[in-house]
């Protein structure tokens, strides 16, 4: 405990006396995990857009008419049943889809309270046996009397998982490009405490101490540099978040019947994401900057 509490003494002493270099340190780990929070913003909202969609994967759904009844629809529902490829079908009111569309929209579905009339149309759920059928059982229904439109998620969820997949690619690439940016800085800033201390690192060689207590205070530095950058980026990237969040989010919730990921819980996550990002920059960082000077 004693030497822990004199590592981060010394590392707070050294980024003192190195203020310029240490808020250099800060300010490249900070941009560097600002866009990477943006991209993970982005990414874990069109995932979950992207799963909401998928939940009607394997299925049509068949928009009804406003004049025609449940009668009517059952007869419909009958026409579905004998065609090839439909595995079963589910009739769907106007009332269930509101719930349904309430859920989807979570905290702000009281919104949907202040409707003077239920815009949703009825409509009959078909599930396919297999994906590659649906798209002949949606031109069918087409030609059903009765039918208004028909909603087919297919080519969505694909240009939506190949959107997202290239997203993640993108986001590791620059993420790792950024990163070894970061850990340069920071083996840099840590190598001008190395030489400033020189003479007093010797001396602490010659009278025996191992080179793990020579390098514990730099990597306190270092680490205490990442922590500062992760905390100050979650705290930017949260703020963002939350002023779009406030901005477009019954919108989103309108268009997509999708809600977007809750700034608390995203906040939460990215914090310990950048922690374990910045924690390992800094250490990496004095570890290298310090290798060929203790010759390990």
């Known amino acids: 405990m004693n030497s822990f509490i004199y590592?981060?003494?010394q590392g707070f002493v050294q980024i003192l006396r190195n203020r310029g270099m240490s808020i250099a340190s800060v300010f490249s780990i900070l941009a560097m995990m600002f866009i990477?929070?943006?991209?993970?913003?982005?990414v874990v909202n069109l995932n979950l857009f992207t799963e909401v969609v998928k939940q009607d994967y394997d299925q049509v759904e068949i928009y009804l008419k406003d004049e025609v009844t449940k009668e009517q629809a059952e007869v419909v529902m009958g026409q579905l049943n004998?065609?090839?490829?439909?595995?079963?079908?589910?009739?769907?009111?106007?009332?269930?889809?509101?719930?349904?569309m309430k859920e989807r929209w979570g905290e702000s579905g009281y919104l949907l309270d202040s409707l003077g009339k239920n815009p949703l149309p009825a409509s009959i759920l078909v599930s396919v046996e297999t994906i590659e059928s649906a798209g002949g059982v949606?031109?069918?229904?087409?030609t059903l009397d009765g039918v208004e439109d028909v909603q087919y998620f297919r080519e969505t969820v694909e240009k939506l998982t190949k959107v997202t997949n290239f997203l993640?690619?993108?986001?590791?690439?620059?993420?790792?490009?950024?990163?070894v940016v970061s850990v340069v800085v920071v083996s840099n800033t840590i190598k001008l405490t190395v030489f400033a201390r020189s003479k007093e690192i010797k001396i602490m060689k010659y009278v025996g101490a191992t080179n793990w207590f020579i390098r514990g205070p730099f990597m306190a530095e270092g680490i205490i540099i990442g922590i500062f950058a992760a905390v100050i980026s979650t705290a930017l990237v949260s703020?963002?978040?939350?002023?779009?969040?406030?901005?477009i989010g019954t919108q989103v919730i309108a268009i997509a019947s999708c809600p977007l990921i809750s700034?608390?819980?995203m906040a939460s996550n990215m914090?310990?994401?950048?922690?374990?990002?910045?924690?390992?920059?800094?250490?990496?960082?004095?570890i290298i900057s310090m290798r060929k000077f203790l010759d390990v």
Do not use: P
Not at 36 to 42: M, R
Not at 83 to 96: F, H, I
Not at 138 to 142: D, I, Q
């Open 7 to 9: 590592n981060v003494k």
């Open 271 to 286: 914090l310990v994401i950048f922690l374990a990002l910045g924690i390992s920059i800094g250490a990496w960082g004095s």
């Open 168 to 179: 993640q690619i993108g986001a590791f690439l620059v993420m790792g490009f950024l990163i």
């Open 82 to 100: 004998n065609y090839e490829g439909v595995a079963e079908t589910a009739y769907r009111s106007q009332e269930d889809a509101l719930n349904i």
């Open 36 to 42: 990477l929070g943006i991209v993970f913003v982005i």
């Open 263 to 265: 700034v608390s819980y």
């Open 138 to 142: 949606s031109t069918y229904a087409l």
């Open 239 to 247: 703020a963002v978040y939350a002023k779009i969040v406030s901005g």
